[in-house]
């Protein structure tokens, strides 16, 4: 963040405040309000803060009028074509994408720590089998911090990289075994000989009674899904990592945090609501009076995966999963599944409508990675888990570098009070 030079001077009932313009490397220049309640007695509105920047970041950028998403200033498709989650995971904690030698020595650090604590498998028998595998992950990754107490010690360096080694290494472990309870099935130990995507897989899907074979499509299709969805700038899961980290809090508490909010269908269950949207639809011929429903504004009826609050024009994940998916069921050989047909069917309306193509209302990276997911025989439960499982790396990344701000201070925001002004109590005999 630089001075720009520029100041906007704010004048309220006769006093005047200065507020300093900084500039970013990319991005509309931000103007520095910390001193107007100081100067003007006031201080500002912005619900949701849509319009407010709360801190400084060199790890994600977005331009949402262009469909621009850089990690570290790379394009998310060059990373997503050309590179591998673990590379992507270096870049964002370290700035720098790895040479040979240090991404070789980052995936054997992650291989290191993959294996969980054998007492953590008695978390699972705590939970009922119907249990959501969010709440699993949730509530067993915040329980991480009772096996790792040197987590706390957050003011140490080495401690906050261990820290983030350990939870990119076992989200994977967490998340499969989660699946793996739910089916009542034996737990799948992490393989060292795998890619990240590819060990994922084998504890996803691999039984103990017989050997499990790697499809390198689908090994592929699942790397892309994590890179597509490792970060995406001060998000609402993103933001309460951050806010939680502000209080001091161990890295496996923030990281639960922010898997909390992920859990709500607004923010992470965005792919699952499309596959419910595509059932409750049902097929091919209901489309155009679902679509004359999300026409009418009173109909209360949405078009899900569609559009994004930040990319008002195209989501520039959409098109390398869109085709990742046709790659994966391609392979899969799938022409006849009623829901996947209905997908292709509604998404090549929805692109030629003037409705929607007015709108900048194009199919986002949610519509494919739920096809894609179902294509792989992933349940809609696990949709979400899987986001968690790559967004961890952005989460714990956004963690570290504000730790590591000078001068880092507890979140608080302000509010708008319109409640009671200051009244007298009543005591119970008054009160009739």
């Known amino acids: 963040m630089t001075e720009s030079g520029k100041v906007a001077t704010v004048t309220l009932e006769g006093k005047s405040a200065s507020l300093p313009v900084h500039s ?22 912005d619900p949701g803060y849509g319009e407010t920047a709360s801190c400084t970041s060199k790890i994600t950028f977005i331009d949402g009028d262009k469909g621009i998403l850089l990690h570290r200033g790379y394009p998310i498709a060059q990373l997503a074509e050309q590179a591998t989650f673990t590379e992507v995971a270096y870049l964002l904690l370290n700035g720098e994408l790895p040479t040979t030698t240090e991404h070789d020595a980052f995936v054997d650090t992650l291989k290191s720590h993959t294996l969980l604590h054998e007492q953590i498998r008695n978390f699972f028998n705590g939970f009922r089998r119907d249990a959501h595998p969010m709440a699993i992950l949730c509530g067993t990754v915040g329980a991480l911090s009772a096996f790792y107490s040197d987590a706390n010690d957050i003011s140490n360096a080495a401690s906050r990289n261990l820290s983030a080694m350990r939870l990119i290494a076992k989200l994977p472990t967490i998340a499969a075994w989660a699946y793996k309870y739910t089916q009542g099935e034996a737990f799948v130990y992490p393989r060292n000989d795998l890619t990240y995507a590819e060990n994922f897989l084998s504890m996803m899907f691999a039984h103990p009674s017989e050997p499990y074979k790697i499809n390198p499509i689908l090994a592929r299709a699942m790397d892309r899904i994590l890179i597509l969805h490792a970060d995406h700038e001060q998000n609402a899961s993103t933001s309460t990592v951050r806010m939680a980290g502000s209080t001091g809090a161990n890295p496996f ?180």
């Open 24 to 45: 970013g490397t990319l991005g509309p220049d931000v103007l520095d309000i910390r001193k107007i309640t100081a100067d003007l007695g006031v201080f500002t509105f």
């Open 253 to 432: 508490a923030c990281v639960a945090a922010g898997i909390a909010a992920l859990w709500g269908p607004a923010h992470g269950g965005a792919n699952e609501a499309v596959l419910k949207m595509l059932a409750k639809i049902g097929s091919k011929d209901n489309i155009p009076e679902f679509i004359a429903q999300v026409k009418d504004k009173n109909s209360g009826v949405r078009l899900m995966g569609f559009g994004h609050r930040v990319y008002k024009n195209f989501d520039p994940r959409a098109k390398i999963m869109q085709a990742t998916c046709h790659e994966v069921l391609g392979e899969l050989g799938i022409k006849d599944d009623p829901l996947l047909d209905l997908a292709v069917e509604l998404e090549k309306i929805a692109i030629n409508d003037e409705y929607f193509v007015k709108r900048s209302l194009y199919p986002n990276v949610d519509f494919y990675s739920g096809i894609i997911l179902k294509a792989m025989g992933i349940p809609t439960s696990m949709f979400t888990v899987l986001f968690a499982l790559a967004r961890t790396t952005g989460w714990i990344s956004q963690w570290k570098e504000m730790i590591e701000e000078p001068g880092q201070r507890i979140s608080r925001p302000r509010q708008l009070y319109t409640g009671s002004p200051e009244r007298d109590f009543t005591p119970f005999a008054k009160r009739g």
